[in-house]
């Protein structure tokens, strides 16, 4: 037999407090209290479900106890009932953390909806967190598709796993090309494979043809024993070449001869056949790889949008962030108040600074829920990147540093995301301005 819910019932009038007893005693077990004070010091010792409150109440009105309860208990659902009910009211009820709101005269049945409404919701995200904890870091976080646009983007890649076609992934940095690349692998004919993850950017350009190709013992003076490239490496399985923009010009020459080959030739040896399938990856700047090298990576081309074109993605990311494994105890969810904010920002380092907040806001709440002051507090305002003078900057007292960043990312903006022309703009080269930003 299924537990039935608590409920605590809170009015300043009596009568009504036995009339709601009366009414929901059949399908819960619902206690009362006319003082909202004697309520709030009842729920710092006993658990309920679900909070019903009337909110004009002498000494602590329903809204002042709805925050006072939320301070104690993030993820305590509260339910208000007034008689002066306006639409002004009932929003400001819910953003200020309330699940619902119901207007006197109500019917019985009206009531019994709204709460359990509010319990099938808590009841679904509790078994949503669940079965993520289950599935570990297999949930693909990256790749939440909610948004139409991520959908485009999962369909088409479900279609490239069917093949062995080239693939080119651009996006952003930190909207997921890496894990779509990966998510595409394991998908695929190959997934029992290896899958090789190269960051181009941190290829040193002498050493690109040694560590892609291969080297043989005596090629030159610190060879002193042969090794496998990083073609060699993935064979049978994908090789993901991310951030192929940043390949020198005499590197992407030699990956063409590689790809319209099937052939790698090690540093010092001779050429060796390979079965390898190739993913690469950049931002949206494809001016920085060779024209003929693109249209033979882009053969099946997938752009990732950014995450402030697809917002409908933020709850459910932030919901497969905060089911990720941890060795210390996680909330269990996240205050309404803290997603209404993230879903707000504008998110200039897209998924991967969206895992970072709240990576650091489950490190540093101190509630068993994330609620806005976790989130909020984080220092992080990026739509105040764009419109910040010198003039606020010096009012705000703002280090060096920061207004640097925040000049840096204006620049790129006003390029359209173009780095390599906000590079030259600004004096200076691609990989610092990813480092200042």
Request: charged share 30%; hydrophobic share 45%.
């Amino acid at each position: 037999m299924t537990e039935r819910a608590r409920i605590l019932i809170v009015d300043d009038d009596r009568a009504v407090v036995e009339f709601m007893l009366e009414a929901l005693g059949d399908r819960y077990v619902a206690v009362g209290e006319s003082s909202p004070q004697a309520a709030l010091a009842r729920i710092g010792v006993e658990e309920f479900d679900i909070v019903i409150s009337d909110v004009e109440m002498p000494g602590l009105r329903g809204t002042d106890l709805l925050a006072a309860i939320l301070e104690k208990k993030p993820t305590q659902l509260v339910l208000l009932i007034t008689a002066f009910g306006s639409i002004e009211l009932a929003v400001a009820a819910v953003r200020a953390g309330a699940v619902d709101f119901v207007a006197k005269p109500f019917k019985t049945d009206v009531l019994v909806l709204a709460i359990e409404r509010a319990l099938r919701d808590r009841s679904i995200r509790r078994e949503l967190v669940q079965l993520r904890r289950r599935l570990g870091e297999d949930t693909s976080a990256g790749l939440v598709a909610t948004s139409p646009a991520m959908k485009r983007v999962i369909d088409i890649g479900a279609r490239a796993a069917r093949s062995d076609a080239t693939v080119l992934i651009t996006g952003e940095s930190g909207v997921g090309k890496g894990a779509l690349a990966r998510w595409i692998h394991d998908r695929g004919r190959r997934n029992t494979h290896a899958f090789v993850h190269v960051n181009c950017a941190a290829l040193p350009a002498t050493l690109v043809e040694a560590e892609l190709f291969g080297v043989k013992r005596g090629a030159f003076t610190d060879a002193r024993e042969s090794r496998d490239g990083m073609f060699v490496e993935a064979s049978g399985g994908t090789l993901f070449l991310d951030e192929i923009g940043e390949m020198a010009l005499e590197g992407q020459a030699k990956l063409l001869q590689v790809l319209e080959s099937s052939r790698v030739r090690p540093v010092g040896g001779t050429e060796i056949d390979i079965d390898t399938r190739l993913i690469a990856a950049t931002n949206r700047e494809v001016e920085e790889i060779r024209s003929d090298l693109f249209f033979r990576l882009a053969v099946i081309p997938i752009a990732i949008p950014p995450l402030r074109e697809r917002r409908e993605d933020i709850p459910e990311l932030v919901h497969a962030f905060l089911s990720r494994p941890r060795g210390t105890q996680m909330p269990v969810g996240i205050t309404d108040e803290a997603m209404r904010w993230l879903g707000k920002q504008d998110w200039p380092g897209n998924v991967r600074q969206l895992a970072n907040v709240v990576e650091r806001a489950v490190a540093l709440t101190e509630h068993e829920s994330i609620v806005i002051e976790d989130v909020r507090d984080l220092g992080m305002a990026p739509r105040e990147v764009a419109t910040l003078d010198l003039g606020e900057a010096a009012a705000h007292q703002l280090p060096l540093a920061e207004v640097e960043r925040r000049y840096i990312a204006r620049v790129v903006e006003q390029c359209d995301g173009n780095v390599s022309r906000a590079a030259r703009i600004l004096g200076i080269d691609r990989r610092t301005i990813y480092r200042k930003l």
